[in-house]
């Protein structure tokens, strides 16, 4: 990964034993930076995927 990039990515979890439920909050890229995932050297070009931008996720495990 290039050392330049600072996507601040972040998880957070909530676990309430009584219910048996866990609650997990995730944000990746969150300072929205825009880079380069890879790239592929070809003969005479180069061709290169852009990486994901911000992105948030809510995530419920419930255990009955």
């Known amino acids: 990964t290039d050392p330049h990039?600072?996507?601040?990515?972040?998880?957070?979890s909530y676990l309430w034993e009584e219910?048996?439920?866990?609650?997990?909050?995730?944000?990746?890229?969150?300072?929205?930076?825009y880079y380069t995932a890879g790239a592929l050297l070809l003969d005479w070009t180069m061709m290169a995927s852009i990486a994901a931008p911000r992105n948030f996720g809510v995530r419920v495990d419930w255990t009955f």
């Open 5 to 12: 990039v600072h996507r601040g990515d972040r998880v957070v």
């Open 19 to 33: 219910q048996n439920l866990r609650v997990t909050f995730q944000g990746q890229n969150l300072t929205d930076e």
